[in-house]
T-cell receptor, first 112, second 117 residues
Framework: GDSVTQMEGPVTLSEEAFLTINCTYTATGYPSLFWYVQYPGEGLQLLLKATKADDKGSNKGFEATYRKETTSFHLEKGSVQVSDSAVYFC???????????FGAGTTVTVRA | GAGVSQSPRYKVAKRGQDVALRCDPISGHVSLFWYQQALGQGPEFLTYFQNEAQLDKSGLPSDRFFAERPEGSVSTLKIQRTQQEDSAVYLCASHNRRQKGLEETQYFGPGTRLLVL
């Protein structure tokens, strides 16, 4: 079935460090790919998305590129802040579908 | 409202008790989703409404789970005869496209954390 596998956490970083969270997917069709973020005590929020191969999604300094050849959508940020501490979820939805399929989430803690 | 709201935020139930979880989607959003998020896992799809019509309930784990959206706005997820394995966070999401749209964002509520003892 269609699924997402993401890097296990937790990840602990110092402020201004480089962050990468790996995400790979398995899909029968051509999915759209998403990164959602869940800050403590808040609901899931869309961080960025990409709908076709080679698209790059970006927001709040985060970037992810849809790589069809490696079926990946890795999340990166060049310089993290304490406020980036959250749980990050990679997700997909298929063409003509509506359900989101999520990875297990990666907890990121940034220390000052 | 400004966002998706859910109530209660926390619910403790004794095994065998019935519970009802409420979701108020963003005003005007046609589509509404319920997801179940077990501890340490990502959300899993439960069911989907378009207005008052429940178009997909393939993710409901058993016939003890029932969802409704009678007037096409507020939705209730009901769990009958709760079991310990029902303990999870139940998330509601909405979006404003009538059709299955890749471009539209699902907006999530804060969730209801259910603990069955």
């Amino acid at each position: 079935g269609d699924s997402v596998t993401q890097m296990e956490g937790p990840v602990t970083l110092s402020e201004e460090a480089f962050l990468t969270i790996n995400c790979t997917y398995t899909a029968t069709g051509y999915p759209s790919l998403f990164w959602y973020v869940q800050y403590p005590g808040e609901g899931l929020q869309l961080l960025l998305k990409a709908t076709k191969a080679d698209d790059k999604g970006s927001n709040k300094g985060f970037e992810a590129t849809y790589r069809k050849e490696t079926t990946s959508f890795h999340l990166e940020k060049g310089s993290v802040q304490v406020s980036d501490s959250a749980v990050y979820f990679c997700a997909l939805t298929l063409t003509n579908d509506y359900k989101l399929s999520f990875g297990a989430g990666t907890t990121v803690t940034v220390r000052a | 409202g400004a966002g998706v709201s859910q109530s209660p935020r926390y619910k403790v139930a004794k095994r065998g008790q019935d519970v009802a979880l409420r979701c108020d989607p963003i005003s005007g959003h046609v589509s509404l989703f319920w997801y179940q998020q077990a501890l340490g896992q990502g959300p899993e799809f439960l069911t989907y409404f378009q207005n008052e019509a429940q178009l997909d309930k393939s993710g409901l784990p058993s016939d003890r789970f029932f969802a409704e959206r009678p007037e096409g706005s507020v939705s209730t997820l009901k769990i009958q005869r709760t079991q310990q394995e029902d303990s999870a966070v139940y998330l509601c999401a909405s979006h404003n496209r009538r059709q299955k749209g890749l471009e539209e964002t699902q907006y999530f509520g804060p969730g209801t954390r259910l603990l069955v003892l």
